[in-house]
């Protein structure tokens, strides 16, 4: 395990922002990082990489423990958190060069290849003030990336980038996951970001884990049936006769849309049922939940972002 | 046994805080206002020296009396009561609180530096740009007093300038110099003191605007304080009470246990700032 962490728990004041949460995080891999805003994991990143003190945690990194060696884990770990800060009045190279030397190597080459990757090379010696967001946010994960770190964190990596760039960071996450076996735990809101990025996932709400898996494994649990019907009590009323679980609900004038549990196996003996029941089908299908779709169900939000108070 | 990793870090340390230093041009800045200054004095002296031309002080010629050395020593005075502690304030919270509030503090400590050495770095520097100043005010004042007023002569000591008393003597020719070294010297000292002050309270409060207010409010409070005879029971226990030892180098015959007693004392105020600032910059949550 990359990162093993277990009990983390901390407090603002009477505030819980993270109760008693584990995390693991498997070497090489890319891990996800999801959970609504404020749900605490700005503060867990945060935690791990000892710019906040936790009531309590057991924090292993790389094989030591966080507390304890924090100085030789963070010469293999690099990080955003937040967002990229730097020395506006130096150069992207300076800003990278003095930085490495805190880690006690500061390789011209390894800094050059460094920006080529995220591509800053024509103005690596440009002053940073004159950096826009998505360049500054590109400089922030070159410097994470040196001096040849085995463990990175990114908080929001993608935040502020246009679409090119995006693509271009989550190739480059991948790569730096296949190519190099680095690590990779990457915070985000952009649900389908992480869904084609990362290798596993961790979705935490008000500071409690949810759930955690594989991401391809936690869609495939999440297979439902997606019924298209204009009666909506009676299919309710058989429903709850027959035990069967509703996910959602929508409801859009002429028909109802209902996302029930279960797989593609169900759906002609429940075609048989809904037709003896004499509910009207207008459509049904094997419905594959996107990571947006668990999410929101996991964590009780609605999908035109509001919390789900049903 | 030397700690190498450990020097390699400070050396790194220290390289990046110069090489701030020099990119946010805080030595033009401060070399600015130490020309504006020096040019305001000597206009000042000169006008003055026009005045007094034929005055005569303890039987010397007024004009004799008001050298480069007497400019130079004079200049001193408000520069290191008022300017450089503005000065110094401002800086060291920028680089302090200023880094905290703006994130590169953070970005610095996802290295692995420890925050004692990210600390002691800033302190270091800071009291070498502090340096920096009383040598280019030195340099300056002298090298413009030489020229205009002369190089050297006897100096007269006006004790309402420097001494907060009503006395008035004559330093002679062939002591004048080393006493005004003794003074920037000393000088120095005061602003080592004045470093550590503030980088104690920018790590207590993490904010630049906090930080100017409260250092330069207690600092001037102090001082105003210290004027006032009706307040006298309080002056011992004033912060600023021992640290204008650079007046000791104007006194005929320098009182060097005094000079010790008050530079103990601002080694232990130094030292204090300097535990409680460490001790709550390694505390802060970044």
């Known amino acids: ?310 | 046994m030397l700690n190498l990793p450990v020097i390699k870090k400070m050396a790194a340390l220290t390289g990046l805080e110069y090489k701030k230093l020099i990119r946010q041009k805080l030595h033009y800045t401060g070399l600015g206002v130490v020309l504006f200054f020096t040019c305001l004095s000597s206009l000042g002296f000169i006008m003055h020296r026009m005045r007094n031309a034929k005055k005569k002080i303890e039987g010397e010629a007024a004009a004799e009396l008001l050298n480069g050395i007497a400019f130079s020593m004079t200049c001193l005075v408000p520069a290191i009561y008022v300017l450089f502690p503005m000065i110094i304030s401002i800086f060291t919270a920028t680089s302090m609180a200023g880094e905290l509030q703006n994130g590169q503090m953070r970005t610095m400590l996802l290295r692995p530096v420890s925050r004692w050495n990210v600390f002691f770095s800033r302190f270091f520097m800071m009291s070498f740009y502090s340096f920096f100043l009383v040598i280019a005010l030195l340099f300056v004042s002298y090298s413009c007093g030489s020229v205009m007023f002369g190089a050297t002569g006897d100096v007269v000591i006006f004790g309402e300038i420097f001494l907060r008393n009503g006395s008035r003597y004559i330093l002679p020719e062939k002591v004048v110099f080393t006493k005004l070294l003794l003074m920037y010297s000393f000088a120095c000292f005061s602003t080592i003191y004045l470093v550590a002050m503030n980088m104690m309270i920018s790590a207590l409060t993490k904010k630049v605007s906090h930080t100017i207010v409260i250092s330069l409010g207690i600092y001037y409070t102090s001082y105003i304080l210290s004027s006032l005879s009706f307040m006298k029971h309080i002056h011992a226990f004033l912060p600023t009470r021992y640290l204008d030892i650079w007046r000791f180098a104007v006194v005929r015959d320098i009182p060097w246990d005094q000079l010790f007693h008050d530079c103990t004392i601002d080694i232990c105020y130094i030292v204090s700032f300097l535990v409680i600032g460490g001790i709550a910059f390694n505390m802060t949550e970044v």
Request: proline fraction near 3%; aromatic fraction near 8%.
């Open chain 1, 1 to 310: 395990m990359a990162i093993k962490a277990q009990h983390i728990t901390k407090s603002f004041g009477t505030f819980k922002a993270v109760d008693d949460l584990d995390l693991y995080v498997r070497e090489g891999s890319v891990h996800g990082f999801l959970g609504p805003n404020g749900a605490g994991k700005t503060t867990v990143i945060r935690i791990l990489l000892g710019l906040l003190s936790p009531d309590s945690a057991e924090v292993e990194i790389l094989g030591k423990d966080l507390f304890m060696s924090r100085d030789q884990i963070m010469s293999q770990t690099g990080a955003i958190v937040e967002y990229p800060a730097f020395f506006e009045y130096m150069t992207a190279y300076e800003n990278l060069y003095y930085l490495s030397r805190l880690s006690g190597c500061a390789d011209k080459t390894m800094i050059e290849k460094a920006i080529d990757i995220v591509g800053l090379s024509k103005v690596r010696n440009k002053l940073v003030k004159t950096f826009s967001y998505g360049m500054k946010q590109r400089l922030g994960i070159a410097q994470a990336m040196i001096p040849e770190n085995k463990l990175i964190f990114l908080d929001e990596p993608v935040n502020g980038l246009d679409p090119h760039g995006i693509l271009d960071i989550r190739n480059l996450i991948r790569q730096l996951s296949e190519n190099h076996g680095i690590t990779v735990f990457l915070s985000s809101h952009l649900l389908s970001e992480v869904e084609q990025t990362c290798d596993y996932v961790t979705i935490i709400h008000k500071g409690h884990k949810v759930c955690e898996g594989k991401v391809s494994e936690l869609m495939k649990q999440h297979e439902s049936i997606e019924i298209l019907t204009p009666d909506r009590e009676l299919l309710k009323n058989l429903f709850a006769r027959e035990n069967l679980k509703i996910f959602t609900e929508e409801d859009s004038g002429e028909y109802s849309r209902f996302l029930i549990e279960g797989s593609e196996n169900i759906v002609p003996p429940l075609v048989e049922k809904l037709v003896n029941n004499k509910i009207r089908l207008y459509g049904i299908a094997k419905h594959q939940k996107v990571l947006e779709d668990i999410f929101v169900e996991l964590t009780g939000y609605k999908k035109d972002g509001g919390p789900d108070r049903a």
